[in-house]
């Protein structure tokens, strides 16, 4: 289905990136793994062979991101699909009013850094990739996906830091899209639910359990894979743009 398609996927180590460039390869593409150094990247990436190449990238450097686009050209020769997934969860309540203690500054910012500014690096220095593209015969160049969250728009107690980091992606998403009609790029955000992944497994079972429950249906977390199923979708459907699409059981966070 993705024969000669080249994608570029952060966060790609663990969770929904690394179901995501499964699905790609699984489909005839090829992939750029993008993680942290210390991840498990290189490992995901031999796992899944051949058509897979891992790069220590942290998603807030421009060098570090421009280096993976250009190892990306190197081997691959092109760049048609850009999948944020690199993130981080902070939790805090604005102020402890027991300890006096306001909300960690630096813990906000670096939640900003990398859930926002490190989505919005990615994608401005990825689009001069890929629009070298020729187009296609609608147009298209190529696709950028973002993954924000439920919390963008349904923020739980405690999630200030990054509910705001994944609205300012939400909120990017259109005026990007925007940006890049001209070249035939799409930009297309996915604001999942809970997904059964390392960062969620962090929580106590009977935690999740009851997190499942409060899901309408499928009362239960998402899988991976059922993310990087939007993904592919987002990929073949050139209709899909300037939208953030929700995916995640008809879930509305409560408090
Ligand atoms: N799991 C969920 O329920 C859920 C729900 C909503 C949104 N999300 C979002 O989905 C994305 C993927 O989450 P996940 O659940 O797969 O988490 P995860 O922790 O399993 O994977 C995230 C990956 O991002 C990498 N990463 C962190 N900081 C980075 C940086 N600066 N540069 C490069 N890579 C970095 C980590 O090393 C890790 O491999 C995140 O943006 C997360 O906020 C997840
Ligand atoms: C890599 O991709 C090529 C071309 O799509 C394919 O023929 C080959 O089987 C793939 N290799 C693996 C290990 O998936």
């Known amino acids: 289905m993705f024969k000669g398609l080249v994608g570029l996927v952060t966060g790609a180590a663990s969770g ?3 179901a995501t460039a499964q699905q790609l390869v699984k489909q005839g593409g090829r992939v ?4 942290l150094a210390t991840s498990s990247g290189q490992e995901t990436a031999k796992h899944l062979g051949e058509n897979a190449t891992f790069v220590p990238v942290d998603v807030t450097s421009e060098q570090d ?15 048609d699909v850009a999948v944020n997934c690199a993130g981080i969860a902070s939790a805090a309540r604005i102020y402890n009013f ?3 203690q306001p909300f960690d500054l630096k813990t906000f910012q670096r939640t900003v850094e990398v859930n926002l500014v490190g989505t919005f690096n990615v994608i401005r220095l990825a689009v ?4 070298k593209n020729a187009p296609d015969n ?5 696709v950028i996906i973002n993954t924000a969250s439920v919390a963008a728009f349904d923020g739980q ?3 200030a830091a990054y509910s705001a980091s994944k609205a300012g992606v939400v909120g990017m998403t259109l005026p990007i899209a925007r940006d890049l009609s001209k070249q035939g790029i799409r930009v297309v955000t996915i604001a999942p639910g809970l997904f059964r992944t390392p960062m969620m497994e962090q929580l106590p079972e009977p935690a999740i359990k009851q997190l499942e429950a409060s899901v309408p249906f499928p009362p239960r977390l998402g899988h991976p894979e059922e993310y990087a199923l939007l993904v592919q979708s987002i990929i073949q459907n050139p209709m899909l743009n300037g939208e953030t699409i929700r995916l ?3 879930i509305r966070m409560q408090p």
Do not use: H, M, P, Y
Not at 65 to 79: E, I, S, Y
Not at 128 to 131: C, T
């Open 16 to 18: 929904l990136g690394s």
């Open 32 to 35: 750029v793994i993008c993680d």
């Open 65 to 79: 991101v421009r280096n993976a686009l250009q190892v990306t050209l190197d081997k691959f020769g092109r760049l």
């Open 98 to 100: 027991k300890k006096e």
């Open 128 to 131: 001069g990739l890929i629009g």
């Open 138 to 142: 609608d147009g298209q160049r190529g």
């Open 157 to 159: 107690i405690g999630q």
């Open 248 to 250: 995640d059981g008809c």
